[in-house]
């Protein structure tokens, strides 16, 4: 991984997201992609999604729903208030290197 944005920078949770990825190399047949996120106060990483990434790509895109900053899984559930600034983590796998990008979460 080299490289990982989203857009919009912004959202609800439950709110489309895509995450623009670029890879630092020509993937083989069979790559995967886990995007992962974690807050700055919980380091603890929660996949969000796993996605085929097609052979030979250098760059991915993978649409993925903001997940809710406090309590909550890739929908955006759970109890408590949501909101704050999250951590999106790509990775290939079985690599230990992750590219990451920022997501506010806004409060409903």
Request: hydrophobic share 40%; no cysteine; proline share 8%.
């Amino acid at each position: 991984m080299s490289l990982i944005t989203v857009t919009p920078t912004s959202a609800f949770p439950g709110d489309q997201v895509v995450a623009n990825i670029s890879l630092t190399s020509p993937v083989p047949a069979g790559t995967t992609v886990e995007l992962s996120w974690a807050t700055q106060n919980n380091p603890t990483q929660t996949i969000l999604t796993v996605a085929s990434v097609p052979s030979g790509a250098t760059v991915t895109s993978i649409n993925f729903f903001a997940p809710s900053a406090f309590g909550g899984g890739g929908g955006g559930g759970g109890g408590g208030p949501s909101g704050g600034m999250i951590l999106i983590f790509a990775r290939t796998a079985n690599s230990a290197q992750y590219a990451s990008a920022s997501l506010q979460v806004q409060h409903p």
